[in-house]
């Protein structure tokens, strides 16, 4: 049933083959020969992607941060009043010192000072010094209640040699003087008498004597203002 086959076809065959396998080895051999310096690369190199990490640049390098120096303030305006030289009076005369109006009705030097009946014994000069009663007059021209000589605030009686003696403590406990370190001090436009009481030294002798209004802080020391009196014979 071949015998239409021509037998020359097999032979045909055996030549299409050889051409074949011949052009094979011509294209293999020159790739394997191109990449001879590479053995994992081989005929596959081209299908291996290499991968590059890219570093990060290092951060900048941190500094301390420098201080800075807030600018210098100005100094809160002073309250103080600017002083002022002592406002001079006799004895029985009145001067006013920031709204505390001011008497002095005597400057007696004294052999004692009655107290109180609750307390046991009066006050007497030191021995051989003196005790020095002086008796003030006030009237309180500010707005609210005040109690100057509480606390021995308010006077100074100063001897000759400059020193300045500030008064006994206790001048609550003196017969009279309620209107000393009272409950609710003596109210505005009130008046008051008390007994200011001082103790000096052998040899000291009296000067003067300064008044003030201690409970106006601005001028707690009287520093800025104060009333001076000077003892004469007759007081």
Not at 23 to 28: D, E, G, K
Not at 30 to 55: N, Y
Not at 103 to 118: G, K, L, P, W
């Amino acid at each position: 049933m071949l015998d239409w086959i021509p037998e020359e076809q097999p032979q045909r065959a055996l030549v299409v083959f050889l051409l074949v396998l011949g052009l094979s080895v011509v294209v293999v051999v020159p790739l394997s020969v191109s990449g001879g310096g590479d053995d994992e690369q081989g005929l596959f190199g081209d299908a291996t992607t290499s991968t590059s990490v890219t570093t990060p640049p290092p951060p900048p390098p941190t500094t301390a941060p420098v201080p800075t120096t807030p600018p210098p303030t100005a100094p809160p305006p002073t309250t103080e009043p600017p002083p002022r030289p002592p406002v001079e009076r006799a004895i029985g005369e009145t001067a006013t010192d920031d709204g505390l109006q001011l008497t002095v009705n005597s400057i007696r030097e004294v052999s004692r000072i009655e107290r109180d009946e609750y307390y046991k014994r009066d006050y007497r000069p030191p021995r051989g010094g003196k005790l020095v009663a002086v008796e003030v007059t006030f009237v309180n021209r500010t707005k609210t209640p005040i109690d100057p000589f509480c606390g021995g605030n308010s006077a100074e009686l100063v001897d000759q040699e400059g020193r300045a003696h500030e008064t006994i403590d206790d001048l609550y406990s003196i017969e009279g003087n309620d209107a000393v370190c009272g409950s609710a001090g003596t109210l505005a436009g009130d008046k008051a008498t008390v007994v200011l009481a001082f103790k000096l030294k052998p040899g000291q002798r009296i000067d003067h004597l300064d008044l003030w209004n201690g409970k106006y802080e601005p001028d707690f020391d009287g520093e800025a203002s104060r009333v001076r009196y000077r003892r004469t014979g007759g007081a």
